[in-house]
């Protein structure tokens, strides 16, 4: 798994019926795809907010399919489904820098991103149904 993945169902060893902690991939969405993309590459590269799509969203994702998508098949239009994605939500910033856009994650803080927060709603304390946002410390 890599960090800031959201494509996963956990369990813990308190609630599985095993009582051993269990992680379950689920299917990813595109947008799934770039807020952990987006993720990482904001935490190796510290004081680096914004990226570009074609050097660095689609590069990563293409390196990282089988973890970030798994069980799907690379179209050959795939990175038309990033460009929607990152343009599309709320939870990315945009910058241009001449003909280039550059994205990033709207919140800055990358603890913030987990499977238990809403994907589709800006990430900003709002936890998602049932679940409680983490603790800041």
């Known amino acids: 798994m890599l960090p ?3 494509n996963y169902v956990f369990t813990c060893n308190k609630c599985h019926d095993k009582s051993v902690d ?3 991939k689920s299917k990813s969405t595109f947008l799934q795809a770039c ?3 987006l993720g990482n590459l904001m935490y190796r590269n510290p004081g680096k907010r914004f990226y570009c799509k074609d050097k660095d969203v689609v590069p990563f994702i293409a390196e990282h399919w089988e973890q970030l998508m798994p069980n799907r098949q690379q179209s050959l239009n795939w990175p038309t489904h ?4 990152l343009t599309t939500e709320s939870v990315f910033s945009s910058e241009t820098e001449g003909e280039e856009t550059f994205y990033s994650l709207a919140e800055e803080d990358l603890a913030q991103i987990n499977p238990l927060r809403s994907t589709t709603e800006k990430m900003e304390g709002n936890p ?5 946002p983490p603790n800041k410390k």
Do not use: E, P
Not at 82 to 85: D, E, F, L, V
């Open 4 to 6: 800031f993945q959201l």
């Open 22 to 24: 269990h992680i379950v």
């Open 35 to 37: 807020i952990t993309t």
């Open 82 to 85: 990033i460009y929607r994605a």
């Open 128 to 132: 998602s149904k049932g679940g409680k």
